[in-house]
């Protein structure tokens, strides 16, 4: 029984050193977190928190965009012809070339269908 004890004793002596040295680990990944957290460099597992616009100032950002798109469009419509290109129109098929597209058509089907039957 003696034996039993003293290893009892001996391993609630580690367990008791292994607690101490997790205490001293985790002092010692505070203080680091901390030194990082000065010197602005982001960890791991840091969130993303950058810097918040008050509501002015996105307003004021976003009118000088527009601004700019606006300047940029003006300068491109000036550049080309003003409005967009008109399209041409299709003149209209005959009833004869009508016919001969829908004969070609169908010659092309069956040819495709005979090929087909015989593979």
């Known amino acids: 029984m003696s034996n ?16 101490e040295q997790i205490e001293k ?14 010197n602005n460099t982001r960890g791991a597992s840091s969130g ?6 008050s509501a002015a100032a996105r307003k004021r950002i976003s009118d000088a965009q527009r601004a700019r798109w606006a300047q940029r469009k003006k300068e491109s419509s000036s550049a080309s012809a003003p409005g967009p290109r008109p399209v041409p129109a299709r003149k209209p098929l005959s009833a004869a070339a009508r016919r001969r597209i829908a004969a070609a058509q169908k010659a092309r089907w069956a040819k495709f269908r005979s090929q087909q039957k015989a593979a």
């Open 48 to 53: 993303r928190r950058g810097r918040s616009l």
């Open 25 to 38: 680990l985790d002092e010692a990944i505070a203080v680091i977190q901390g030194l990082a957290g000065r």
């Open 4 to 19: 039993l004890d003293s290893a009892l004793q001996q391993l609630r002596q580690e367990r008791k050193q292994a607690q």
